[in-house]
């Protein structure tokens, strides 16, 4: 089973910038798809963007298209989300986890404590 710890995040004024890491534990990280999902207060959860297992795909909601950037190191079994451009709309808990490929869902039940990114206005 794939462990999962986020971080980066904080409070940051709209307009700027954090990169969240996500890193994972077991030796199974470089077979999976990885994506982030993000909650904000009183909503579900959604998907954001999503790397494939080679780091050579990439996909991500229109929302946050042309100001994030998913990437990944597996060597390091870590992955990457670079947010510039932050609104106050981003504020979330941002999460990573295994995903499934064009159904942008999780792959396992396996989630981190996530990581809470706050944009103010």
């Known amino acids: 089973q794939v462990q999962l710890v986020e971080s980066g995040g904080g409070l940051v004024q709209a307009g700027g910038s954090l990169r969240l890491s996500c890193a994972a534990s077991?030796?199974?990280?470089?077979?999976?798809?990885m994506g982030w999902f993000r909650q904000a207060p009183g909503k579900e959860r959604e998907f954001v963007a999503a790397?494939?297992?080679?780091?050579?795909?990439?996909y991500y909601v229109d929302s946050v298209k042309g100001r994030f950037t998913i990437s990944r190191v597996n060597a390091k079994s870590t992955v990457y989300l670079q947010m510039n451009s932050l609104k106050p709309e981003d504020t979330a808990v941002y999460y990573c986890?295994?995903?499934?490929?064009?159904?942008?869902?999780?792959?396992?039940?396996?989630w981190g404590q996530g990581t809470l990114v706050t944009v103010s206005s």
């Open positions: 790397i494939t297992v080679s780091g050579g795909g990439t």
């Open positions: 986890t295994a995903i499934i490929w064009y159904r942008w869902t999780n792959a396992l039940d396996a």
């Open positions: 077991g030796r199974t990280f470089s077979r999976y798809n």
